[in-house]
């Protein structure tokens, strides 16, 4: 929410999106005792429902026990994540978002065993094969039509900020600061190394040449490793 006066809005909208995927009804909602809980206006649509509300006493969180320990654990999980690869703070509500959505696809001891929430939400298991190191850099495969001219480049460098909402699409923040979202993204999670090698996988044909050398742990010499094998063999004839 933006403000506090969207509440009503986004709770309605949550209300009929919960109630549809679970086939069933909302009878009693808990939640803290700010004044946009207790409004009346907050309170029209639980007397047309038949919703029971119900408000913690204040400074007592262990009365909304189950969803003070999940905020505490989305917010742990998204510092986690940010610090992993340093993440700029300013992305932290799309930590929180990732954060959630692993949750979601991922079991716990609340649940049946071997259960995940999102399994007993839709009856089928997560699929999770898509899942990537939040935080990482990436590149954006570019469609022809946005490549400049014939030598322009053909992905566009960026950050990974978790899964776009209602697509099935990766949600990424470029150099240049704008946020798009792509389907076709090539992933660095881990060494540098590796880059070069996912680098052959883009449309094209690009050519990736590796400069092998040596160094030397007593000097601290590069030493070129093609010349080296060069002068053993010298020596040997």
């Given at each position: 929410?933006?403000?506090?006066?969207?509440?009503?809005?986004?709770?309605?909208?949550?209300?009929?999106?919960?109630?549809?995927?679970?086939?069933?009804?909302?009878?009693?909602?808990?939640?803290?005792?700010?004044?946009?809980?207790?409004?009346?206006?907050?309170?029209?649509?639980?007397?047309?429902?038949?919703?029971?509300?119900?408000?913690k006493v204040p400074d007592t969180p262990q009365q909304n026990g189950v969803a003070e320990r999940l905020n505490r654990a989305l917010v742990e999980m998204?510092?986690?994540?940010?610090?992993?690869?340093?993440?700029?703070?300013?992305?932290?509500?799309?930590?929180?978002?990732?954060?959630?959505?692993?949750?979601?696809?991922?079991?716990?001891?609340?649940?049946?065993?071997?259960?995940?929430?999102?399994?007993?939400?839709?009856?089928?298991?997560?699929?999770?094969?898509?899942?990537?190191?939040?935080?990482?850099?990436?590149?954006?495969?570019?469609?022809?039509?946005?490549?400049?001219?014939k030598i322009g480049d053909k992905a566009a460098k960026g950050v990974f900020l978790?899964?776009?909402?209602?697509?099935?699409?990766?949600?990424?923040?470029?150099?240049?600061?704008?946020?798009?979202?792509?389907?076709?993204?090539?992933?660095?999670?881990?060494?540098?190394?590796?880059?070069?090698?996912?680098?052959?996988?883009?449309?094209?044909?690009?050519?990736?040449?590796?400069?092998?050398?040596?160094?030397?742990?007593?000097?601290?010499?590069?030493?070129?490793?093609?010349?080296?094998?060069?002068?053993?063999?010298?020596?040997?004839?």
């Amino acid at each position: 929410m933006q403000k506090k006066s969207d509440l009503i809005s986004e709770y309605k909208k949550w209300q009929t999106k919960a109630q549809l995927h679970t086939g069933t009804k909302i009878k009693i909602l808990r939640s803290y005792n700010g004044g946009e809980y207790v409004s009346n206006a907050f309170k029209a649509p639980h007397f047309e429902n038949g919703t029971t509300h119900q408000t913690k006493v204040p400074d007592t969180p262990q009365q909304n026990g189950v969803a003070e320990r999940l905020n505490r654990a989305l917010v742990e999980m998204a510092r986690t994540m940010m610090r992993h690869k340093d993440v700029d703070q300013d992305l932290w509500a799309d930590a929180i978002k990732t954060a959630v959505y692993i949750k979601n696809r991922v079991t716990s001891r609340a649940l049946p065993i071997g259960k995940t929430p999102f399994e007993l939400c839709n009856g089928n298991q997560p699929n999770v094969s898509h899942m990537r190191v939040f935080g990482s850099i990436c590149w954006v495969v570019l469609h022809q039509s946005h490549i400049d001219g014939k030598i322009g480049d053909k992905a566009a460098k960026g950050v990974f900020l978790g899964f776009a909402d209602g697509s099935k699409a990766s949600k990424v923040i470029l150099d240049d600061g704008k946020v798009v979202k792509a389907r076709s993204v090539v992933f660095a999670e881990t060494i540098v190394s590796e880059v070069a090698e996912v680098a052959e996988e883009l449309p094209g044909d690009e050519n990736v040449e590796f400069e092998t050398v040596l160094r030397s742990s007593s000097v601290g010499e590069t030493v070129d490793a093609y010349n080296d094998v060069k002068d053993d063999k010298q020596a040997l004839s």
